[in-house]
């Protein structure tokens, strides 16, 4: 995608306390350059603890500031039963 369509993310590593940081910079640069439709591909993700979904949570915050919402794409079973649990399924589109 472009810098005008947004970007795709493709993390390769399960979002974790130890990897989150990776997925925060690449997040956080992203909206200094002032891109603010932003997918993530969870194709490679297996594993997503507390400390990734608060980075989850921490982007959607600052994409719904300017009206939108962040999207997750090819999310596992178990991790799609996680964001239904704790109820963020309703606040990111995922697919």
Known sequence: MSQ????IVYPD???TTSTCDQLRDELLKSF??????ITIDFKKVNI?????LSVLISAHNSLKKDGERLKLV????N?????SIT???KHFTVN
């Open 13 to 15: 590593y399960d979002i």
């Open 74 to 77: 090819n999310v596992s079973d």
């Open 79 to 83: 991790i799609l039963k996680l964001l």
């Open 87 to 89: 109820r963020l399924d």
């Open 32 to 37: 200094q350059d002032g891109i603010h439709h």
């Open 4 to 7: 005008n369509d947004g970007i």
């Open 48 to 52: 997503i603890d507390s400390t990734g």
